[in-house]
């Protein structure tokens, strides 16, 4: 569910190289572009000589190119195809003031052609132009190669990481993310600061609970709307022993989530459950949440505003739905295995045995018949990125931890939402974030997107991490 994303194309060029090299790069980087299905903005071959930039005057050209479409711009490619300007590439940045990504690309030289005529010396030209854009104070990005031909495959992998590292970077910097409901009181886990992250480009928007409530308790099974949510309910999942009455609460109060989100045009929300949903309304939301978040739309439970964003960024690196999970049980003797488990709010794509059910834990204060709209299901293998963003507001600063490991298909005998993880020294991670304060909830995604997350959050978002 990745939209196509436009990048600005920067083409270096240095007038004593042959023009020819330009020309073919141009060819040969569009071709390219077209595969990964990227939308390039770049100069017209008339605009500058061959459309690359080399003067000052260029630079004007393409950054006022790249500011007619500043929108859709979501990172920069420059590409060397010899030893290029330095002070055109920094200078068209600078100009833009798109604030975006930027990745580094240089040609290598063929060892028979190094005569005049022919040769690149792109592996100088790349390292001048990137000392340019540290002394502009422009972050970028390189390629894993130091010089790569765009045909290389090192350089589709460096092309697939940047478009996801852009992703992450844009839609960091532009969501909106609805809080429903107050923080519960036994939860001071999920504290958060609301101004550092607005600092960031990260908006939250508040609702009383009782608002929604009384959205959804002003519905009736007989509207109309109500009946097409509680088609899609069933739809979605098997609602396995959920009595009749449940299931249109828990419809009636999708459509009452759906409308607010819709009104304030969010990404993601995170919604206070535990436990007045139970004793004010007499469901859980935890359906809700879960279509929302297979729909991309991620959805925390508790009021984790924090824990959204996280799936949400991690949403963005893979392009696949992530689910909020705690890190909640030793398995066995395994020091390097452990449980994740939720209620039940977990994306579709993690459970293929979905249904309905309760929450026999949170049951036991609010009474089970209270507790219908959780969902029950066992993750298997697959891959895995797990993570966490926190605001340390005594420092006012953003900080995150985050890396790679395995679901596996390890006997599990228990209910709601759950998976066996397998990560390399778990025992020194879990260290790390009870010394640095991090909070119980992490968030799983089925990929391996941990440099993807690296990249965005620590060179260009800024903030602390930690990649485990």
Known sequence: MKEKLSLGIIIGNRDFFPDKLVAECRSEILNVLNQHEINPILLDINDTKLGGVETFQDAQKCADLFKKYRDQIAGILVILPNFGDERGVA???KLAKLDVPVLVQAYPDDLDKLDVARRRDSWCGKISVCNNLHQFGIKYSLTTKHVVHPSDPSFAADLSKFISVCRVVKGIKNVRIGAVGARPGGFNTVRYSEKILQRHGISVVTVDLSEILGNANKLTPNDQVVKDRLDKIKAYTSTGLTPDEA??????LDVALTNFMDENLLD????QCWTS???NYGCNVCTSMSIMSENMLPSACEVDVTGTLTMYAMQLASGSPSALVDWNNNYANDDEKCVLFHCGNWAKSFLPDIEISNAPILGTSVGVENTYGALSGRTPAMPLTYGRISTDDNRGVIKAYFGEGELTNDELNTFGNRAVAKINDLQGLMQYVCRNGFEHHVVMNASKT????????GNYLGWEINQH
């Open 450 to 457: 941990a440099d993807v997350l690296k990249e965005a959050f």
């Open 91 to 93: 200078e068209t940045l």
């Open 268 to 271: 993601a929300t995170a919604i």
């Open 277 to 279: 949903l139970q004793k």
């Open 247 to 252: 299931l249109w609460q828990i419809a009636k």
